[in-house]
């Protein structure tokens, strides 16, 4: 008598990112020492921004390591610290500080919608991942009810309320930084308002941003919920037991 086979087992999944790690790692942390650091007394500009940097980058690395995957936000946040230290080096006008503050939100409030018809939309990154979703799950029970093109006018939609949240933090990052960087470019006073810019428009970005996110997700929810016929605890992963 031939012997049942066993079942495959469940591949296991990428450990859950801890998000206030992530912000302090990649925010404010890189801020403080490009403040504190730069000062002639201390570190200076130069030295002040190595080290900056090598916060977001040594954090990008664990957790590439950790969880195979590029982190988005520790590539933002050593892009953000970088230009900002090259920028205060090179004593441009502080105009182009704002700019920078708005161009790395925005940028990615116009990517979201244009790589929908990629292989892999920003919004499946963001909030359509199986880290959040049983994703597997959920496609199979689309194709079964052949319920993919509601599916993908969901992710649209999810898409445009993300590229507006963006676009709403890169409006307010433009104001802060013109209302912060107000210093001759170059001076101390600068630098150290350089350094204060860079972690307070991050939470800027972030926390109407992952309001939306959250909005954006539940609404995707209610919506799987309504396209698959699946209850909400069943759109995700079943808890790991003992």
């Given at each position: 008598m ?12 990428k ?6 790690v992530?912000l ?5 942390l ?47 946040g ?49 909030i359509?991942?199986d ?28 898409s445009w309320?993300?590229?507006g ?41 972030m ?6 996110m ?17 209850r ?10 003992r």
């Amino acid at each position: 008598m031939p012997s049942e086979a066993s079942p495959t087992p469940e591949p296991p999944r990428k450990p859950k990112e801890n998000v206030w790690v992530n912000l302090i790692c990649n925010a404010i942390l890189p801020g403080v020492l490009l403040t504190q650091l730069s000062k002639p007394e201390r570190l200076g500009p130069i030295w002040a921004l190595v080290v900056a940097l090598s916060i977001p980058i040594g954090y990008g690395i664990y957790d590439l390591v950790s969880r195979r995957t590029w982190n988005m936000f520790s590539i933002l946040g050593l892009a953000s610290t970088l230009i900002t230290g090259l920028l205060g080096l090179t004593k441009v006008s502080n105009f182009w500080f704002a700019v920078k503050e708005a161009a790395i939100p925005a940028i990615l409030g116009i990517a979201i919608p244009l790589t929908l018809r990629t292989r892999q939309p920003l919004v499946k990154t963001l909030i359509y991942n199986d880290q959040v979703l049983d994703t597997d799950r959920i496609g199979r029970v689309l194709e079964e009810r052949q319920a993919t093109p509601g599916f993908e006018a969901l992710l649209r939609w999810a898409s445009w309320v993300l590229a507006g949240a963006f676009g709403f933090s890169a409006v307010l990052n433009y104001l802060l930084a013109r209302w912060i960087v107000t210093a001759e470019p170059g001076s101390a006073e600068n630098v150290a308002q350089l350094g204060r810019l860079n972690w307070i428009s991050y939470p800027v970005i972030m926390i109407p941003s992952m309001a939306i996110m959250m909005f954006a997700l539940f609404r995707l929810i209610r919506g799987l919920e309504q396209l698959t016929g699946l209850r909400q605890e069943e759109l995700f992963h079943p808890p790991h037991r003992r």
